[in-house]
């Protein structure tokens, strides 16, 4: 009984931060909550093998990112417009041009596979390694950093092609 509870206790206080990082790499919330329940059932079900600390954030986050990028396969490659309560508030300013501005953004990162997008995600939103993207991805720190590389040329590539 106290693994239920502190498993109850870990999805309380994680779910939103899942659910961000989920919404981040599937940019629809819907899709966002389909992968982390999918991510939860999947942990609750080894829990009692599970480790303590920051090596379990590692595989919840881990999980909720291969969730995240399986719902993707499944789904049409499209993203929705930008949904202006997930921007973060900008000093002063149109609230109009952060919503243009982050729409441009994602749209931008449409053109991304999903693996490069989670990589750029990882990296740039969640501020992590490349050794704990690899981790994450399941890849070697060297193609995670080819990840984030080229999804940059990318992204760089289609901002020179619209100026």
């Known amino acids: 009984m106290r693994r239920e509870a502190e498993f109850d206790a870990l999805v309380r206080e994680g779910q939103d931060r899942w659910l961000r ?4 790499i599937t940019r629809d919330w819907h899709v966002a909550r389909d992968a982390v329940q999918d991510a939860l059932i999947g942990v609750h079900r080894g829990w009692a ?3 303590e600390g920051a090596a379990r954030d ?3 986050r881990r999980s909720v990112v291969n969730a995240s990028l399986r719902q993707l396969r499944r789904r049409p490659k499209t993203l929705p417009l930008a949904d202006e309560s997930a921007l973060p ?3 002063g300013g149109d609230p109009a041009d952060r919503v243009a501005a ?3 953004a994602w749209r931008l990162c449409a053109e991304l596979g999903p693996v490069q997008r989670a990589a750029v995600v990882l990296r740039f939103h969640d501020d992590l390694t490349y050794a704990d993207i690899a981790e994450v991805l399941g890849c070697p720190e060297a193609t995670a ?3 984030v590389h080229r999804a940059l040329g990318t992204l760089r590539q289609a901002l020179e092609e619209r100026s």
């Open 21 to 24: 990082l989920a919404h981040m």
């Open 145 to 147: 950093r080819s990840h």
């Open 89 to 91: 508030p900008a000093p």
């Open 49 to 51: 093998r599970l480790p």
């Open 102 to 104: 982050a729409d441009e």
């Open 58 to 60: 590692a595989y919840l």
